[in-house]
């Protein structure tokens, strides 16, 4: 199993762990520390030594940070999390404040008293997190102390060695570029911004220009490490050696002279001591980076990550692999849901779903010749009640039974050589209630109405977001996450710069692609997740029209629920979206399927009937 059931977070950790921390910092003549959920590279899983926010917490997510203080002590989350927090750290030692509303560099202007001394990694912050930090604790007289070592490095005893996962060679056939290439476009985008190097610190960034993958963090195929790219040609790479093979080694050498990671300060001091103008992307460069550089010498180039847009924007061969890549998934997750429907109402748990959606997946990929790596995330398995908890983590300790009159969120993914899937199904255990089909259709409105959008060049997801709610909010409901995240070629499943959300800033380029995920959650009793990932088409023309439109291309294919759908809340427009989406579904998958689960997907794509009015 690539998804393991332990249990999330444990409570019990914080007391003596905080208290050991406080020690520490009293013995350093410091008043507080700052823990992100983050490390060097700022990705969203990080590997077991850098855990450091769940070791002294307990709390799992994959966004947060705490603060210590010598007397108090606070965990930040954001919508995601604010029921699992409460469940994994303790609420006698944390307080739990909002990583939106009241994120620490505005919590910090009222809670640091004038002359406190807050130590913080600066290799663990970005450069401009660290820049809003700074102005906080400004404006209150207090001190942020940059440290040399981290302090829950010192007294984590146990705490796990670096990994070191071996390095594999991505194909040019699902790459769809060679990396010489790649890296030639980058040295022209470095020197465009008026830099003679540029540093990657985002390792999906290092396995896309590198056309490598590796297994150094859960379920993203990434291999630690960094670059420094030249605008000459010039590049170096720094990852440890031990994750090499002769070939791979062999293939590095002829792109980038090779480094061990301890070598990396000293470059990046030398290049700034030489007058070197070094680019680095305020959201994801460690603020440690920008410290050695100025102290040295050299000039900083504020520039976004010369690969993310590159990267995000995925050429023919990426988007074939895709589209093959959500086949084979489909047909996994439509015999999951035919095994599902027969089994009685109290007869599973949440973790007998994961485990045979696994297998599902496993067996496809085998009899396909292209094996399932990896889940793309641990699987969201909430049945109940626990499908309210937006980012459910199913363990041993809360694994629900599926329950008669019940709905059951199930959100996975999976990785596969040519491609990266995320899926959503929330289906009925039995007879649903009229407001379950209600607030489905609701939510299904909203993803069809993404699904079906025309819009110009230069849009941003935070101009279209609101499209994804406008159902819900005209019956006064709503969904505290965003519509969509951008979603790698056999990498991470949550892929910046591209979003659909209030804070979706960059453009919708063609060739990227996104989830469409709008859900509803009524805390305590049930949540609704529908999910497709999309894919930006090029603009055309509309007949009649003046401007030439993008829109989405629906990768995922795997039946949506129709017990859920209130058909007469749809138009006919939007019914015939769905039954058009279904017939498509059928054709795709319907070959790669047989005996019963073929008449079961028959039956979960027929038309519904059109009684819309409108």
């Known amino acids: 199993m690539f998804q393991t059931f332990d249990s999330a977070g444990d409570p019990a950790v914080g007391k003596p762990r905080v208290a050991l921390l406080r020690q520490w910092l009293e013995a350093n003549g410091l008043d507080g520390f700052i823990v992100p959920r983050a490390d060097e590279h700022q990705g969203e899983y990080v590997a077991d030594r850098s855990a450091r ?43 739990i404040e909002s990583l939106v509303d009241n994120p620490p560099a505005v919590w910090l202007k009222d809670n640091l008293g004038k002359g406190a001394r807050l130590g913080f990694d600066p290799w663990l912050h970005t450069i401009s997190e660290v820049k809003a930090l700074q102005a906080s604790v400004d404006k209150n007289g207090a001190v942020l102390v940059p440290l040399d070592k981290n302090p829950i490095d010192i007294i984590w005893k146990d705490q796990p060695d670096a990994p070191v996962a071996p390095v594999e060679l991505h194909p040019i056939g699902f790459a769809g570029e060679l990396a010489k290439d790649k890296l030639a476009r980058l040295a022209a985008a470095i020197a465009k911004d008026g830099a003679t190097h540029a540093v990657l610190t985002d390792p999906s960034s290092i396995a896309w220009a590198f056309n490598i993958r590796g297994g150094d963090v859960p379920h993203t195929p990434l291999a630690l490490g960094f670059a420094i ?46 007058g070197a103008k070094i680019a680095l ?28 847009i590159p990267r995000a924007t995925k050429n023919q061969a990426e988007i074939n692999g895709s589209r093959a890549a959500h086949r084979r998934d ?39 010749q292209m094996p399932l790596r990896d889940v793309s995330f641990d699987t969201i398995s909430g049945a109940g009640p626990n499908g309210a908890i937006m980012h459910y983590r199913v363990s041993r300790a809360t694994s629900r039974k599926l329950q008669a009159g019940e709905l059951f969120l199930l959100d996975s993914g999976a990785q596969y050589q040519d491609g990266t899937t995320d899926i959503t199904r929330t289906v009925p255990i039995g007879q ?20 079906t959008l025309r819009f110009p060049a230069g849009t941003r997801g935070s101009e279209i977001d609101a499209v994804a709610r406008m159902a819900l909010w005209k019956h006064g409901c709503d969904f505290a996450h965003g519509t969509g995240h951008g979603v790698g070629s056999y990498l991470a499943v949550h892929e910046g710069p591209q979003r659909i959300a209030r804070t979706g800033t960059e453009k919708l380029l063609e060739g990227m692609m996104l989830s469409n995920e709008p859900g509803y959650y009524k805390e305590g009793s049930y949540g609704i997740r529908i999910e497709n990932l999309i894919l930006v088409t090029p603009a055309q023309e509309i007949e009649g029209g003046d401007i030439a439109m993008h829109g989405f291309e ?55 009937p059109h009684d819309a009015k409108i």
């Not at 108090?72 to 944390?94: H, I, K, M, N, P």
């Not at 440890?240 to 001091?269: C, M, N, W």
């Not at 779903?353 to 599902?360: A, F, H, I, K, Y």
Request: net charge negative; hydrophobic share 45%.
């Open 554 to 608: 629906t990768l995922t294919l795997a039946p949506i629920d129709t017990r859920l759908v209130q058909s007469d809340l749809l138009t006919r427009d939007e019914l015939h979206w769905l039954d058009s989406y279904h017939a498509r579904v059928l054709a795709e998958i319907g070959p790669m399927l047989d005996g019963e689960t073929l008449a079961w997907l028959e039956k979960a794509t027929a038309p519904l």
């Open 330 to 368: 489909g047909a996994a997750v439509a015999k999951l849901l035919c095994w599902l429907e027969r089994q009685k109402p109290g007869s599973l748990d949440e973790i007998s779903v994961v485990t045979r959606l696994e297998e599902s997946r496993r067996r496809t990929g085998e009899e396909t």
């Open 281 to 308: 992307d305020p959201v994801l460069a460690a603020d440690r980076l920008c410290m050695l550089v100025e102290k040295n010498g050299g000039t900083v180039i504020a520039a976004a990550d010369p690969a993310r």
């Open 229 to 274: 790219l030249a605008a000459d040609g010039s590049h170096q790479l720094f990852m440890d050696k031990r994750k090499f093979s002769r070939q791979v080694a062999a293939y590095l050498t002829q792109l980038a002279e090779p480094h061990e990671p301890g070598e990396f300060e000293a470059a990046i001091v030398g290049l700034a001591k030489c």
């Open 432 to 451: 649903p209630t009229q407001e379950m089909r209600e607030r489905f259709t609701l939510v299904l409105k909203g993803m069809i109405g993404i699904s």
């Open 53 to 95: 926010l769940k070791w002294l917490t307990g709390f799992s997510g994959s966004a947060g940070v705490a603060i210590i203080l010598r007397d108090r002590a606070f965990v930040f989350v954001d919508g995601r999390y604010t029921l699992q927090v409460r469940s994994e750290v303790d609420l006698d030692v944390f307080s």
